[in-house]
């Protein structure tokens, strides 16, 4: 059973209750900052812009989700695992230099 890991940006439409009303999964930081500028004119909401880790295999589907969520322009350096059995894991250096001006 082999295992696999997909990180993937996000986009939250959050509304003014605080409570998330979509989810849109986008391919680049530049692609969900473009994206979000449009929700929050478009929908008059606010948006959160994160990564989603999903660890999972072929027999179980996904058995671990962690997210990562820019904050003043930056990632943290681990995702917030929720009680996952992968901990925080490390947030790619990758991800960290693709949202550096």
Known sequence: M????????LVEEIDRDGDIIDVHHVD??????RFARVCRVENDVKTDIGLVRDRGNDLEGIVD???????????PERFDWGGGEDGGALVPAKYHK????
């Open 65 to 75: 989700r962690q997210w990562a969520y820019v904050e003043n322009g930056k990632l």
């Open 28 to 33: 680049s930081y530049a692609e969900a900052v």
């Open 98 to 101: 693709e949202i550096k001006p």
């Open 2 to 9: 082999k295992t696999i890991v997909s990180i993937e940006w």
